[in-house]
């Protein structure tokens, strides 16, 4: 079965680095998005793409993040200066397949920053 | 505001049917998704119901009404590994997803 590949699975960083995570999202999807999960607390949206843009994304998402797709498999979100409260788990999800609506995650990357 | 309501936690006996209730007030209504989270782990996709009504899926079904703000997840013949959050979850007008805080569900033997 097809499933949405994150790397790393775990990345430490320190305070004002950059960092980028990776995502392969399912092949034939059109549809690609970020949340975050602070630990112990909700899962938040933080960006969805579409047609080699950004269609919609949150408050959170402000100009230390932005998101890419270099090429045709690979999803990437950046963060320019990381800060503490970035720590989280970051998910990739995809969807666009035969049923639309349905988004695949993919396991995810736990962002430590000290 | 964008809220989403549902219990903390819940208890329910092995075999035994449980109700998870759901109530949102959101800017917009495009769709209302019922995700499945084990700890540690990522969600994934239980059910998406975007008319009123009851969607059944094996021994998983979500109900909504839209006039209600509402809806509830329903699971049967309880497992053990069926112990998890479950979240809901609703999609706004846009591409944009809002998630509940979760309800922790606990199975007891």
Same mark, same amino acid.
């Given at each position: ?10 990345? %430490? ?5 950059? %960092? ?11 549809? =690609?998005?970020? #949340? ?6 909700? &899962?938040? *949206?933080?960006? +969805? ?8 994304? +949150? ?5 230390? *993040? ?6 045709? +498999?690979? *999803? ?13 788990? #970051? ?5 666009? @397949? ?7 995650? @993919? ?8 | @505001? ?67 703000? #509402?809806? #509830? ?16 979850? &609703?999609?706004?007008?846009? =591409? ?14």
């Amino acid at each position: 079965e097809p499933e949405v590949t994150q790397t790393p699975s775990h990345q %430490v960083t320190q305070m004002g680095q950059e %960092v980028i995570l990776r995502c392969v999202p399912i092949s034939n999807h059109l549809y =690609f998005y970020w #949340y975050r999960q602070i630990l112990g607390q909700k &899962v938040e *949206f933080l960006v +969805s793409f579409y047609n080699n843009e950004i269609s919609e994304k +949150s408050e959170i998402f402000d100009d230390q *993040f932005s998101v890419e797709r270099p090429d045709g +498999s690979n *999803f990437t979100l950046k963060i320019r200066s990381t800060k503490l409260e970035d720590s989280a788990m #970051y998910f990739c999800a995809s969807s666009g @397949g035969t049923v639309q609506y349905e988004q695949y995650f @993919g396991p995810g990357t736990r962002l430590t920053v000290t | @505001g964008q809220n989403i309501d549902q219990p903390t936690e819940m208890t329910a006996t092995e075999g035994a049917i449980v109700q998870i209730n759901c109530t949102y007030q959101t800017s917009g209504f495009n769709g209302l998704f019922w995700y499945q989270q084990h700890a540690g782990e990522a969600p994934t996709f239980l059910s998406y119901n975007v008319l009123d009504g009851l969607e059944e899926k094996g021994r998983f079904s979500s109900f909504l009404s839209r006039s209600k703000g #509402y809806s #509830y997840l329903l699971l049967k013949e309880l497992q053990m590994k069926d112990s998890a959050s479950y979240l809901c979850a &609703v999609r706004d007008r846009g =591409f944009k997803t809002i998630f509940g805080a979760g309800t922790r569900l606990f199975v007891k033997a």
